[in-house]
């Protein structure tokens, strides 16, 4: 089952993504962590992330970029991975030759996120997969940031039609868009 958990910052959205994850009770949970460290301020969020997730029980993964790289080698049936989060990978792959992707690049891109989101959810009997909303501040921004958050857009269209179930965290509190409430 592939659950896609979004929501804006601050909602509560990766908790919830923990529980989630915790609430499978299989034997192989996995945390596939995104965020590639560029300075002291990304520092200190992965920092916060890790201490937060410490002592839950799960295997962390630091992987921010190629999801279809990843080999668990653990039985299907008794997996479950969380990744955390797609609009981090997205940004990595965006940006990874020090420069925002071109059209034709961006195209690439996607494909290679959904075929590493499949890689994964054909090792995992239930992969969650949590997104942002990046979309709704009113903001103008750069026309390198403004292309990146419509790949993202489109990364999110894309996971949520691939997803069983979409859920918004809105202010801690999770609103299926789609499938049954977990």
Known sequence: ???????????????????????????????????????????????????????KGFAAIERPR?????????????????????????????FAYGRAATREEEMLLEAKIVHGVGVLASQAKDLILVTNEVFSDGEEY??????????????????????DRVVEVVCGIPVVLKGERV
């Not at 910052?9 to 995104?34: D, H, M, P, R």
């Open 142 to 163: 750069s026309q390198e940031t403004t292309e990146y958050m419509r790949m993202l857009g489109r990364m999110n269209q894309k996971l949520f039609a691939m997803a």
């Open 66 to 94: 190629d999801l279809a790289g990843v080999d668990f080698q653990s039985p299907w049936e008794e997996t479950a991975v969380l990744v955390e989060c797609i609009a981090n990978l997205t940004a990595n792959e965006f």
């Open 1 to 55: 089952m592939i659950t896609v958990i979004t929501g804006g910052s601050g909602s509560g959205k990766s908790e919830y993504a923990e529980s989630v994850l915790l609430a499978t009770k299989v034997k192989y949970q996995y945390y596939l962590a995104t965020m590639e460290v560029f300075g002291e301020e990304d520092q200190k969020k992965v920092d916060r992330h890790k201490k937060l997730r410490a002592g």
